[in-house]
């Protein structure tokens, strides 16, 4: 109940022009393990029915462990390059973020390098989260 006022926030200081998916499968390659459920997308693309490309940043919630969910977050940052490449809308960097809520860790994948942000950030600090998703949107090109 925390993450999603915050990424609704966040859609509101970009004026829409992004759209958030949450709870949807993200199916791009079922060979490779390149499926499931993602807990939050966010889609640089005009469609608010349907997740379709870019897709340009994932947010996975975990309960209590921040190290659990990095795995599965670059898994899925991994299907949304493939997913964003099938289409014709190559994006040159994908970010995550892993999550409890109150804690907040995010990530960058880059060709073929996952950066991860050692730092962690605390819900008292919201605005600089915010700040940190709002670069990431804002860091692709977003139609107005």
Known sequence: MIISPILIDLRRQLKERINLFSGIEFDVDSETGLNGICDFIISNSPEILFVSAPVITLVEAKKENITAGLGQCVAEMLAARIFNERTGNEVSTIYGAVTT????????????????????YYLKDVNKILGILAMGAVSQPIEV
């Open 101 to 120: 809520g109150s804690i907040w860790k995010f990530m960058k994948l880059e060709g073929s390098v996952i950066s991860i942000d050692l730092t962690e």
